[in-house]
């Protein structure tokens, strides 16, 4: 079992950047796979960005390609979302994901959760 804790969150002006972490307990952070979702206001949880568990391939949704990064630090046990270019369609909650499954990132449930972090960008 992993634990997640986000931080990273806050408001911030059209244009603009933030940097979401996630911390992950335990010292299996490796054997998973991570990923980021959101939700807003109203609307379902949905998919932002996935990595695999080295770090070599990550996994975006078309709205956000070309200005979010996912990447992992896995000696520190540690996941990020680099967003660049707020819109203020980005306003959600974000979750930071842990992932059994190895395949198929942009389609599968994760397993574990973190509690969220919120964003808000202001038009």
């Known amino acids: 079992q992993v634990q997640l804790v986000e931080s990273g969150g806050g408001l911030v002006q059209t244009g603009g950047s933030l940097r979401l972490s996630c911390a992950a307990s335990?010292?299996?952070?490796?054997?998973?796979?991570m990923g980021w979702f959101r939700q807003a206001p109203g609307k379902e949880r949905e998919f932002v960005a996935a990595i695999t568990r080295s770090g070599g391939t990550a996994y975006y949704t078309d709205s956000v390609k070309g200005r979010f990064t996912i990447s992992r630090d896995n000696a520190k046990n540690t996941v990020y979302l680099q967003m660049n270019s707020l819109e203020p369609e980005d306003t959600a909650v974000y979750y930071c994901?842990?992932?059994?499954?190895?395949?198929?990132?942009?389609?599968?449930?994760?397993?574990?959760w973190g509690q969220g972090t919120q964003v808000t960008v202001s038009s």
């Open positions: 994901a842990a992932y059994s499954s190895v395949t198929a990132l942009t389609t599968t449930r994760p397993t574990y």
């Open positions: 335990g010292p299996t952070f490796i054997k998973y796979a």
